[in-house]
C-alpha cells in the first residue's frame, strides 16, 4: 500500500516552442506522443510517478487553457488534483499554491516536484532515488533536488557545485550556477563536483512553505490569504482575483538560490529534459543509417542523422540529407539543420508574423 503522505506535483504549463510545429500554445509537446510509444510525455510522467505516490495524491499544475487536453489524458483524475493557473507566472507562484493546498488537507505531507516532458530511463531506479529524497525529507528540514551527473560540458542546463567534501549521498549544495558557456562549461567538468540540474525537487509541505514564507514573504502573503478557501467550492474564485497579482519568478530563484538548507542527490538513473528536437533524437532508436523515425515509414538515400517525424505513419522518402530535422504536421512542414535548432523560437516568431497567429 502507497503511503498517504507522499504528494507529487506534475508541472504542466510550458509551451515547449522549440519543439515546433508538433508542440504549439494551443497543444503543447506534454500532450503529445513525443517518443512513439503510444503514450503521451504526461502520460508517461503521471504512470512514472504513480509506482511510489498514491494517484489521488498527484497533482496537475497547468494553465487554464489545457484543461480540457488534461482530463482527456488523464481520465481517472480529478477536478481536485488539477490546479488552473490562469496567467503564466513561471514556477515558484504555482509550487507555493499548489504546496498551500497540500498542506492543508496533509499537513505531514512530503511531495515531489517534476516536470511532465522529461524523458527518464530505469524508472525502478528513479522511484528508488525519490524514495531515498522523501526519506530525508520527511526527517530534516530540508529542500531537495536530483542532479544529473555531467556527461559533457553542456552550455543548456544550469548546474548545481555541491560541497566535494562530503562522503554522503545526500550532499549540501553550494551554489547554483547559470548556463554557462562553453570554457565555464568544462572547468565545471574538470572540477568534479558539479551536477546539472534537472528541476526536479523534493521536500516536505512544512519546509517548502517555511523556505517561501522567509524569502518571499510578498508572494507568501499573497497566497496565504487564500488558506481559508483552499480545498472549497470558493476557490477558483480567489485564485481568479489573486493569481495574475503574483510576481513572474522561479522557484530557483525565490527560494532554492536564497536557502542555506538545500540539498542535492545525485540521480542514478539515465535522464534527458526534451528540450530540443535534437534532445530527442539523442534518446530515440535509430535506424542503419542513424535516422530517428517517429510515427513514419521512411525510404532513404544517402540520408543520415536526421531526425523524422510525421503523423499516421506517412511514406517520406528522404535523399541527399544529413542531420536534418524533418517534421510534417498538419499545413506546416519544417524542413531545418538539426545545428540550428536552437533558432526555431524565432522561425515560429517569422512564420506567424508572415501566416498569421494560428501556426503557432
Known sequence: MKNKNYYAILMAGGVGSRFWPVSTQDFPKQFHDMLGTGDTLIQKTFQRLAQLIPKENIFILTNAIYEDLVFQQLPDVTKRQVLLEPAMRNTAPCILYASLKIQKENPDAVMIVAPSDHWIEDEVIFTQNVQQAFDFCETNDALMTLGIQPTFPNTGFGYIEYDKVSTKAIKSVKQFREKPDYETAKSFITQGN???????????????????????????????????????????????????????????????????????????????????????????????????????????????????????????????????????????????????????????????????????
Not at 545525485?266 to 543509417?289: C, H, I, R, V
Not at 515509414?297 to 536534418?324: C, F, H, P
Not at 533558432?343 to 508574423?353: A, G, P, R, Y
Request: glycine share 4%; net charge negative; hydrophobic share 45%.
Open 194 to 360: 558539479f551536477l546539472w540540474n534537472a528541476g526536479i525537487f523534493m521536500w516536505s509541505a512544512k519546509s517548502v512553505i517555511k523556505a517561501f514564507q522567509f524569502h518571499q514573504p510578498k508572494l507568501f502573503e499573497l497566497f496565504e490569504k487564500g488558506i481559508a478557501i483552499y480545498n472549497t467550492d470558493d476557490e477558483d474564485f480567489f485564485i481568479a482575483e489573486n493569481y495574475e497579482k503574483s510576481e513572474n519568478i522561479s522557484v530557483d530563484y525565490a527560494i532554492m538560490e536564497a536557502s542555506d538548507k538545500v540539498y542535492v542527490l545525485l540521480a542514478e538513473f539515465d535522464w534527458n529534459d526534451l528540450g530540443t528536437w535534437g534532445s530527442l533524437y539523442d534518446k530515440l532508436d535509430k535506424d542503419a543509417s542513424q535516422n530517428a523515425v517517429v510515427n513514419a515509414r521512411t525510404l532513404t538515400e544517402d540520408a543520415t542523422g536526421n531526425m523524422i517525424m510525421t503523423k499516421d505513419n506517412k511514406i517520406v522518402v528522404i535523399d541527399g540529407l544529413k542531420d536534418y530535422i524533418i517534421v510534417d504536421k498538419d499545413d506546416v512542414l519544417l524542413i531545418f539543420p538539426k545545428s540550428k535548432e536552437q533558432d526555431i523560437k524565432e522561425v515560429l516568431h517569422l512564420v506567424k508574423e508572415k501566416f498569421g497567429e494560428n501556426y503557432g
